[in-house]
Structure formats: structure tokens, C-alpha cells
């Protein structure tokens, strides 16, 4: 049902609502240390709705929280002109006060308040900000045009493969990042829940994961910030893969228009703040590569350290289906779906069964965040987890996991894949043979030191999560070891190769296969299956390493003597291999007799090569 209601009909609502007993209040939210700040407003005997609470917001702090230190994005004297909602969308247009210094940055800013405000009422999925019934994103300056310097998909339909992402292409952002605010290199949030690193690092980290999936897979990738930690220090002594995406941009070369597309200052960290420069940079260098696809990986955050069941948390991804993005809405809207889809069934699957997405998993930004408004292509930005929350989405079972890092961003892998309708080359646990030193031939009763070598194809392994090399079948018949632990944590690309003993049984000819495995979820992987031929002593009949009483009785009832050819089944008791079983092969039964002691196979004649 579609209602429309303006600011003076708020009025009318609190005068029909004052006779009742309601004293209530709703929650606001401005900034304070550029936090965003939760105040609760007493509206008194009014019930609390959306058109409330906004009114609330709109009208801004008091005089004491300003003086408190409480600010927000929202102009001065701005005010709510209509407010207009159909299911669970919502557009509330604004007086034209809200156009005042309005730029990339602070468009975030007022949409984060608008969306935490309404979030109490289910009303997040789909807000429209606008001035006069036209988008705020519309007021600002248009992003300069560029021209793809490749050629680039000329419709967002999406095309099949027939393998892997081969011949397909993304840019990839990590978000944020270290940028000019005027007057410093800043991060764009601050750290929470310490010791998890700032949003700006732990973002790039984690798409680093994200990064090797899809080069594995043959897609081509372009990273909009330096995602190799050893390049080295920018000029501010900050490492470069620290640094927001537009400095990093200027350092490979893009041109000034995507960079410096606001300023236009091509000279950077000097004069005004860079930030909504670098919000442009990352979708611009996207319509210059010409890519698919754009994805932007963030982490959420809302008003700083929080512990407790109150503090938000999970998942949620956006799209962008504004007028100025729209001939991609549709597209974007399926990737963010697919994409979103496929991080939850990982986390729920794998990490945590208790995951959960963060009100409406799919979210319509429309244009509020310019990233993923700007990009001529499919573009989403997914919020995997909330890096202020400490006892939960922060802890050292979440974001500061790299198990769960890895398993979100293998999540998005599928998603990407399943947008294009393949099939990823590589599963959530995978790994590659690389070799072994198992010998294909031993001697019984003779210990051998081996190895075998795995590349990680999946996600991280380590032995906090189960993940071990073990025998198949649970047993190896050089070995009473089923499984072999790993040290430390193994990432995706990486080697981990695992060293022990074997000891060859008795003679004949045996299998020794092992995989890798998580326990209680799944093997997974190539096996390594090695025949191996093991030599035994000529004297050990039946194999079990001794030479002994049970070996004696054997030989006595095969004792035929000379000339004599032995019956069937005591083919082996023919130790000099001349046709018959006699004392001379006696002879030689007795110097090898070991009783319960092991082989000794200094008592045989072994053949020279």
C-alpha cells in the first residue's frame, strides 16, 4: 500500500495520538568523533514511526549535544518535505537545504543516518534521499565520461563460458584505504576492537584471498590498490598497500580524470580533502579497464566498540538501481544476489551455522555510494561483517580469522561464477598434488623418512579447523599415524608439505594412498595413491618380520629332501631355488632366524645389481 505524508502531517499525527498513553521515544542517529552516535529522542505520547523518527533527524542536535560534541551530515536547516512509502521502500525527499556542500562523502554520511534510523522500523532495503524528487546523487557533479582503453561489453547481458572465468574480467576494489583529508593521510575509520586491524587494512587483506581465487580461475583481475605487501613505503613512510586506490592509481599510471575526477588537483595530498577523489577513482579506473564486473568488499561498522547482544551483526550486500545506474540495475541487482547468496551458504556451511545477514540481505542503495553508482557495468558492494561488534563479528572466530576471511571471499568466488553461469574450477576445499618422496620400492622391516607436498586450492587451512593430511580408509599399512597435522595456517596458492616415517611390512606389494581432509565436513582433493613392491626375507613365510618358530614349522612340513620337487604351496620354502627343498636350504633357514626379534637382512646373499 503506497502513503504519502508531509511534514505537517506529523502533526496532525502526534495531535491524534496525544490522548493516548504512549510516552515514547525513537532512536536518532548523528556523529560524534565521526562516529555515528545512537540519541534517544522522547516524543512523548506519540507512537513511534518512521515519519517520527526522521522528523527527529532532520531536525538535528540540540543545542546541549552540540555543545556535547554531537553533529550531523544533514545540512542546517534542512527539513523533511515528504516522506513516501510503498511496501518496504521508502523515499523522503528533502528541502533543498540538503544540497549544501553535498558531495560523495557526505552523501554516505547522511545516508548512513537515514538508514540506521529507519533501521528499527525493517524500512533499510530500499531508501530513496532526494531534493525535490530527484535523487541527491543527481546534484552532484557528474563523473567525467571515459572511454574504455579495451574494449569493453557493449550491454550488461551475461554471456556463458564454457570454462572458468577465463576471458572474463573484474575490478576489484578493497575499499577505503589511507587518502588526503586536508590536512593529514588518514584511514577512513579508525580501528575497533583492537587487535583487529582498521576497516581500510583488514579489507584489502581479505580480498587478497579473493584475488587468488579468481586469477586461479583464469579471470583477469585488476586490484585498485597494491595488494602486495612487500612493494614498499609511499612517500608519507605508510606502506603502498595501505594507501587509498586513487594515490595507487596515479602510481600505475591512470590518468588524472580518474584520480583527481573531483578537485581536478592532479597534484595529490595538498589542499582540500581527497576523499570523495578516491570514492570516484575506483569505479572510474573500472570504465577505463572496460571490466565485466565490479565488486567493492567492505566491513560495517556503526558507532564504535560494542560487546554485547545488542551490537549489530552479519552480512549484507549492495546494488545500485538509480536513474543514473539503471541500464545495469538489473544486472547488478542479480550479481549482488548470487554473490550474496553464496557468502552466507559458506559462512553458515563452514564457519558459523549461526551467521546471519544483516536485515534485508540485499540492499538497494540508489545511489548513495558512488561506487558502485559510477561503473558503466554490473557493480555491488557486500559488507561482510560488522568490525566493531568485539565479542562476535570482530572476535578471533571472525574477522580476525583468516579461515573466515577466506571462506567469505571463496563465497563471493562462487557468487561471481554462478553469475556467469560456470562452474568453479575450484571447490571450497580443494587441493593440488604437487609430489611425494614415498618410494615405489622397499625393503621389508626398513624405516623410511617421506614426504608429501599439497598445494591449497580452497580455503585457509590450519589445524584450529580440523584440516589434516590422513590416510584414506583411516589406515596405511606403512604407518599406524591415520591423519598428520599442520603447523601454522596454509593459504590459498601456498604448499604445505608434510614429513614422517614409514615402515615397510613384509614382502609383497602394497598401496599407500592419503588426501586431505577436514574433520567432520569433508575429504576433499587429489589423492596420492603409491603401489609400492615391498622385498622381503626369503625366510619370513608368511611376512610378519620375524623369522621364528611359525616360519620353522613351514619349512619342516615342506622338507622333502634333495632331488624332490617340493608340492605345491612350498614353492618359497626353495630357499636356493634348485628344485627341491633339502638341507641346504635348511642351511640357510637358520641363518636368518630371529625368533621375536626383527629381520635382519645381513643374513641373506642378496644379488648384486
Known amino acids: 500500500m503506497k502513503s504519502s505524508l508531509r511534514v505537517s502531517a506529523v502533526c496532525v499525527i502526534m495531535a491524534i495520538f496525544s490522548a493516548s498513553a504512549w510516552a515514547e521515544t525513537v532512536s536518532v542517529w548523528f556523529y560524534k568523533d565521526s562516529l555515528l552516535t545512537l540519541v534517544q529522542r522522547d516524543i512523548g505520547p506519540v507512537e513511534p514511526s518512521p515519519e517520527v523518527a526522521l522528523t527527529a533527524l532532520a531536525a538535528g542536535p540540540t543545542d546541549q549535544e552540540q555543545v556535547a560534541g554531537f553533529t550531523t551530515a544533514l545540512p542546517a536547516g534542512t527539513t523533511i518535505v515528504n516522506i513516501v512509502r510503498v511496501g518496504p521502500s521508502i523515499t523522503i525527499d528533502f528541502s533543498a537545504q540538503m544540497l549544501a556542500g553535498l558531495t560523495e562523502v557526505r552523501l554516505e554520511q547522511i545516508y548512513r543516518q537515514v538508514k540506521w534510523t529507519l533501521h528499527p522500523f525493517d524500512l533499510d532495503a530500499d531508501i530513496r534521499l532526494t531534493v525535490a524528487d530527484k535523487l541527491l ?13 579495451a574494449q569493453k561489453q557493449d550491454a550488461p547481458a551475461v554471456r556463458k563460458l564454457s570454462t572458468g572465468l577465463a576471458g572474463r574480467s573484474i575490478t576489484l576494489s578493497p575499499g577505503h584505504g589511507r587518502y588526503w583529508n586536508g590536512s593529514g593521510w588518514v584511514t577512513a575509520r579508525p580501528q575497533y576492537c583492537a587487535p583487529l586491524s582498521a576497516e581500510d587494512l583488514h579489507n584489502l587483506e581479505m580480498c587478497q584471498y579473493l584475488e587468488t581465487y579468481l586469477r586461479a580461475d583464469g579471470m583477469n583481475v585488476y586490484m585498485v590498490r597494491c595488494t602486495n605487501k612487500a612493494y614498499g613505503n609511499h ?107 553464496n557468502i552466507m551458504e559458506a559462512l553458515v556451511n563452514h564457519v558459523n551455522p549461526t551467521w546471519v545477514c544483516r536485515g534485508a540481505c540485499v540492499k538497494n542503495s540508489n545511489g548513495a555510494y558512488g561506487e558502485i553508482r559510477v561503473p558503466h557495468r554490473a557493480a555491488i ?40 553461469e560456470v562452474t568453479p574450477t575450484w571447490d571450497f576445499y580443494s587441493s593440488e598434488l604437487v609430489n611425494d618422496t614415498i618410494p615405489t620400492t622397499m625393503v621389508a622391516g626398513q624405516t623410511y623418512d617421506v ?39 596454509v593459504g590459498p596458492g601456498n604448499t604445505y608439505t608434510f614429513y614422517f616415517q614409514m615402515r615397510a611390512p613384509g614382502g609383497g606389494d602394497y598401496v599407500s594412498d592419503w588426501q586431505m581432509v577436514r574433520e567432520g565436513y569433508a575429504w576433499f582433493g587429489e589423492t596420492l595413491s603409491k603401489q609400492i613392491h615391498v622385498i622381503g626375507l626369503p625366510p619370513d613365510f608368511n611376512n610378519d618380520l620375524h623369522v621364528d618358530a611359525i616360519d620353522l614349522n613351514y619349512f619342516r612340513s615342506c622338507l622333502a629332501g634333495q632331488g624332490v620337487p617340493p608340492d605345491a604351496g612350498c614353492e618359497s620354502a626353495d630357499l636356493d631355488e634348485d628344485g627341491d627343498v633339502d638341507q641346504t636350504d635348511f642351511g640357510l633357514f637358520q641363518r636368518c632366524i630371529t625368533g621375536s626379534a626383527f629381520l635382519d637382512f645381513s643374513c641373506w646373499d642378496w644379488p648384486s645389481e
Open 235 to 341: 612517500y608519507t613512510g605508510h606502506p603502498w598497500w595501505q594507501m587509498g586506490a586513487y594515490f595507487w592509481l596515479q602510481h600505475l599510471g591512470y590518468p588524472c580524470s580518474v584520480y583527481a575526477s573531483v578537485t581536478g588537483d592532479c597534484n595529490l595530498g595538498v589542499g582540500a580533502s581527497e576523499g570523495s577523489d578516491d570514492v570516484r577513482a575506483r569505479p572510474l579506473a573500472s570504465n577505463l579497464d572496460g571490466t565485466d564486473i565490479y565488486i567493492s568488499v567492505h566491513t560495517n561498522g556503526l558507532n564504535g566498540d560494542c560487546r554485547g547482544s545488542n551490537c549489530p551483526t552479519g552480512t549484507e550486500t549492495y546494488y545500485d538501481a538509480s536513474e543514473e545506474h539503471a541500464a545495469w540495475g538489473a544486472v547488478s541487482q542479480s550479481l549482488a544476489t548470487h554473490v550474496h547468496t
Open 451 to 489: 614426504s608429501i607436498t599439497f598445494r591449497n586450492r580452497g580455503v585457509v587451512w590450519n589445524g584450529a579447523r580440523s584440516f589434516r593430511l590422513g590416510a584414506v580408509d583411516d589406515s596405511d599399512p606403512f604407518t599406524l599415524l591415520n591423519r598428520l597435522d599442520i603447523a601454522g595456517e
Open 381 to 420: 558492494l557486500s559488507e561482510i561483517a560488522f568490525h566493531d561488534t568485539c565479542d562476535r563479528d570482530a572476535d578471533e572466530y571472525h574477522l580476525r580469522d583468516n579461515f573466515f576471511r577466506s571462506a567469505a571471499m571463496w563465497g563471493i568466488y562462487k557468487g561471481v561464477c554462478d553469475y556467469f
Open 137 to 149: 546523487s543527481a546534484y552532484l557533479p557528474a563523473p567525467p565520461t571515459i572511454k574504455p582503453a
